[in-house]
């Protein structure tokens, strides 16, 4: 499965995006004003090629604290220079202001009186450079940032979702419909593991040497190394498919869940920034969603972005449209032979189901030619991944490309 551009018609600058570290700049937008007093010490960050998980481990060693004491708002991705807020009960002022972390400098100190939480953001901030672009594709660049800022960016789920095979959401498919045998046909992806031993294991398992897969296989793939090792150990696959944990078990469903979304909003990008009658709207100050029974009454709100169209995420409760959308969405899981009932997951962990706005307002934005260079610019709300506006921009890639269902899709 590929999933198409909305700018398709537009070319890309092509170009090298994050050769370095400060190639890639975040900026958090906090998602209100601190009090300047309380309990909690908040103190902005800057970091550099590391990851929220990994910036907050080395401050907590070097304070001694536990990890759990910090509070965030949001990852950050590691192979970047981004600005964050963490918040510390009770946090030591004058050590937090002699802190000596590599790839860490604390830039800014207040109070507030509770801590940080994930979600309290408005946003984030990017600025960009695109290395080696093509100088003569500069004016569509704009003409894609200015289609991007008046239509929306498509929310796609990114390939973070998927794993690194791009399989994540055929084992979940596996997992919820307790199919055993397509579990065994795509617990390894279809290839692109990315290091030898990974590509020994592949090619031990697709000769039917089971056992010798598990051993070869990377560590870093432990839950496919315990399938592989039980599979090897029983030859039963029922028994392989139990071996997977609970809380694993979730994450692969939700990948199932995300590649659902984002074939709905494949045959709804043409028309992501209109209404049509039975859709669900998404308010985009609180997540709730309405029935829009008059498009044209929705008219302006859809145009400034208080609005947009929505998609399921699909669980035991989630809503579905009414209408033509509503059909479609019915019609999709017709077509994968699933019931919303299969989302009650064994163990008692279940996904109730969500709605999820089908575009994301991209704001502020900006491009700058710098020798071969171009420097970009825009502003995304929380939850919202730059990567998509990025695919958009270069046509380097795909937003994405998914290992497609062993022998076709069911139905």
């Not at 029922?238 to 809380?247: C, D, M, N, Y």
């Amino acid at each position: 499965m590929i999933l198409p551009h909305l700018t398709g018609d537009h070319e890309g600058l092509g170009g090298t995006i994050k050769a370095e570290p400060e190639d890639f700049v975040v900026d958090e937008i906090p998602l209100y004003p601190f009090a300047g007093q309380g309990n909690h010490v908040f103190f902005r960050i800057r970091k550099r090629d590391l990851s929220t998980f990994d910036a907050v481990r080395k401050i907590a060693r070097a304070l001694r604290l536990p990890e759990e004491a910090f509070g965030y708002a949001g990852l950050k991705d590691r192979h970047a220079v981004a600005t964050q807020w963490l918040s510390l009960e009770y946090g030591d002022v004058p050590l937090l202001e002699q802190l000596s972390v590599a790839g860490v400098e604390v830039l800014e100190i207040t109070r507030h009186p509770h801590k940080l939480r994930v979600g309290h953001l408005a946003g984030n901030r990017f600025g960009i450079r695109i290395r080696g672009v093509d100088p003569a594709r500069i004016a569509s660049a704009r003409r894609i940032l200015a289609v991007l800022e008046h239509r929306g960016v498509p929310n796609y789920y990114d390939r973070q979702r998927f794993g690194i095979l791009g399989n994540s959401h055929l084992v979940g498919r596996a997992l919820l419909t307790r199919d055993a045998d397509l579990l065994a046909a795509c617990i390894l992806g279809d290839g692109g593991g990315g290091n030898e031993r990974f590509d020994e294991a592949l090619a031990h398992y697709r000769r039917g040497e089971v056992t010798a897969a598990a051993e070869a296989l990377p560590g870093m793939f432990t839950v496919e190394k315990r399938y592989l090792s039980v599979l090897g150990r029983t030859g039963d696959r029922e028994a392989a498919l139990r071996s997977i944990p609970g809380q694993r078990r979730r994450f692969f469903v939700s990948a199932y869940q995300s590649y659902l979304f984002n074939r709905l909003l494949v045959d709804r990008l043409a028309t992501l920034d209109r209404l049509v009658p039975g859709d669900l709207a998404y308010l985009h100050r609180n997540g709730r969603v309405f029935v829009v029974e008059d498009p044209a009454a929705e008219a302006e709100r859809l145009r400034s972005f208080e609005v947009s169209p929505s998609g399921p995420v699909y669980g035991t409760q989630g809503l579905l449209a009414s209408g033509a959308p509503g059909e479609a969405e019915r019609r999709l899981l017709a077509e994968e032979r699933i019931d919303l009932e299969l989302f009650r997951l064994p163990g008692g962990l279940r996904s109730r189901g969500v709605r999820r706005p089908y575009r994301f307002p991209l704001s502020a934005a900006t491009l700058e030619a710098c020798g071969a260079d171009v420097l970009v610019g825009f502003t995304l709300p929380k939850g919202s991944y730059a990567t998509l506006v990025l695919a958009e921009l270069t046509k380097a890639e795909a937003p994405l490309r998914l290992m497609d269902l062993p022998g076709g899709r069911p139905g």
